[in-house]
Nanobody, 123 residues
Framework: QVRLVESGGGYGQDGGSLRLSCVASGRTFSQYGMGWFRQAPGQEREFVAAISSTASLTSYASGVRGRFTISRDNTKNTVYLQMNSLKPEDTAVYYC????????????????WGQGTQVTVSS
């Protein structure tokens, strides 16, 4: 069992930055591929970014590539999402997930989810 707790959400300005963190419980964090997904009001949850268990691979949705950076620190059981050049369309609840697989961007491959953290970007 893995418990995930996100933090760092809040209000940001158009063009600004926010950094999300997700801390995982358990001793097997380094075995999981990790990802960030988001869900805007009235929309389905969508993929944002993923990182492999060893941090050697990353993947990004086209709408955030070049603006967002995913990273992880296996010594701290933590995965991060640095969000730069924020846009109002980035407004959503952001979820951290832990995947069955060492690296995946496919939502149904994710076994554990955090409770989500709200990000609101004003224009």
């Amino acid at each position: 069992q893995v418990r995930l707790v996100e933090s760092g959400g809040g209000y940001g300005q158009d063009g600004g930055s926010l950094r999300l963190s997700c801390v995982a419980s358990g001793r097997t964090f380094s075995q999981y591929g990790m990802g960030w997904f988001r869900q805007a009001p009235g929309q389905e949850r969508e993929f944002v970014a993923a990182i492999s268990s060893t941090a050697s691979l990353t993947s990004y949705a086209s709408g955030v590539r070049g603006r967002f950076t995913i990273s992880r620190d296996n010594t701290k059981n933590t995965v991060y999402l640095q969000m730069n050049s924020l846009k109002p369309e980035d407004t959503a609840v952001y979820y951290c997930g832990a995947s069955y697989e060492p690296f995946s961007s496919v939502q149904n491959r994710y076994k554990y989810w955090g409770q989500g953290t709200q990000v609101t970007v004003s224009s």
